[in-house]
């Protein structure tokens, strides 16, 4: 079966414009996750949704980062404003249990949206 | 802030055995040990998890002391392949926001 697609592989963007990526978890998983990852450095968490509810958005950097699910599958980050430090790899995992059952379920992640910002 | 202190980086001999450790002194009773690595260019992939006894499946093992506070993955004979970030992890049994905290990994380098 398919694993977590994200699009587009890679984005180039000049500074100030806003830029959506687009996230397909592996289907059924209620569990969505968005990470940003700098180079050279691990993920970072940025945002998480049980199917379209974003529970946890205490990753997100600025208000200029926005992301939703509205049908509890597909999710996309939006960046509004984009900045040079917006410039990162932007990562969305996925998995099938809820939180309040025991997590010994692990994530599994896309390859990932090369954001630069120009 | 990650809860674990691993090496930086790591190298070894294709066909070796590859051993990562990795420290997790303050590790609660209710927490996994959890491992992903990342290959280039690619999403992190999970390795394996465990509690407190030793555990194994296709792609390693991995051992946890007795007391818990530290933990070692091994790969059996590494190849090229598994060039990459590892990742080791420590997550709470029950976890309201579920996410997993990456610190900065071990960057093993598997030589021919």
């Known amino acids: 079966g398919a694993g977590v697609s994200q699009s587009p592989r890679y984005k180039v963007a000049k500074r100030g414009q806003d830029v959506a990526l687009r996230c397909d978890p592996i289907?059924?998983?209620?569990?969505l996750f968005w990470y940003q990852q700098a180079l050279g450095q691990g993920p970072e968490f940025l945002t998480y949704?049980?199917?379209?509810?974003?529970?946890?958005k205490s990753g997100l950097p600025s208000d200029r980062f926005f992301a939703e699910r509205p049908e509890g599958s597909v999710s996309t980050l939006k960046i509004q404003r984009t900045q040079q430090e917006d410039s990162a790899v932007y990562l969305c995992?996925?998995?099938?249990?809820?939180?309040?059952?025991?997590?010994?379920?692990?994530?599994?992640f896309g390859n990932g949206t090369r954001l630069t910002v120009t | 802030d990650a809860k674990t202190t691993q090496p930086p980086s790591m190298d070894c001999a294709e066909g070796r055995a590859a051993n990562l450790p990795c420290n997790h002194s303050?590790?609660?009773?209710?927490?996994?040990v959890y491992w992903y690595r990342q290959i280039h260019s690619q999403g992190p992939q999970y390795i394996i998890h465990g509690l407190k006894n030793n555990e194994t499946n296709e792609m390693a093992s991995l051992i946890i002391t007795e007391d818990r506070k530290s933990s070692t993955l091994i790969l059996p004979h590494a190849t090229l392949r598994d060039t990459a970030v590892y990742y080791c992890?420590?997550?709470?049994?029950?976890?309201?926001?579920?996410?997993?905290?990456f610190g900065s990994g071990t960057r093993l380098l598997v030589r021919p």
């Open positions: 289907s059924g998983h209620v569990s």
């Open positions: 995992a996925s998995t099938k249990r809820q939180p309040t059952e025991t997590n010994n379920s692990p994530l599994h």
């Open positions: 949704f049980q199917n379209e509810a974003q529970l946890d």
């Open positions: 303050t590790i609660s009773g209710n927490e996994y």
């Open positions: 992890i420590v997550r709470p049994r029950m976890d309201s926001s579920y996410k997993l905290i």
